[in-house]
């Protein structure tokens, strides 16, 4: 079992940056392929960015694909979400997720998920 926790959303302009993260507690975090998910208002949420559990595979939605990277760091505990170039459909509750296997991570059928951090980008 893992307890996730977002921290680093904020306001910005547009073509700023901002810097996720999410700190995990609990056993055996290295058994966790990562993810990063959205819900902008009124809309369903979607797949940000994916991770494999040594870092080594990385996945992106087309919408991000570019300007976003996607990181762990293992020995921390921690996934990151660089996000660059932030535009305002960028704006959105940001999610993390943990999942024990790529495909659930990618589609957000995970068992875990940290409590959202707001990012909203002004235009």
């Known amino acids: 079992q893992v307890s996730l926790v977002e921290h680093g959303g904020g306001s910005v302009e547009t073509g700023g940056s901002l810097r996720l993260s999410c700190s995990a507690s609990g056993n055996q975090f290295t058994s966790y392929y990562m993810g990063w998910f959205r819900r902008a208002p009124g809309k369903e949420r979607e797949f940000v960015a994916g991770i494999s559990w040594n870092g080594g595979r990385d996945y992106y939605a087309d919408s991000v694909k570019g300007r976003f990277t996607i990181s762990r760091d293992n020995d921390k505990r921690a996934m990151y979400l660089e996000m660059n170039d932030l535009q305002p459909n960028d704006t959105a509750v940001y999610y993390c997720?943990?999942?024990?296997?790529?495909?659930?991570?990618?589609?957000?059928?995970?068992?875990?998920w940290g409590q959202g951090t707001q990012v909203t980008v002004a235009s």
């Open positions: 997720h943990a999942a024990f296997s790529m495909p659930d991570a990618l589609g957000g059928a995970g068992l875990y």
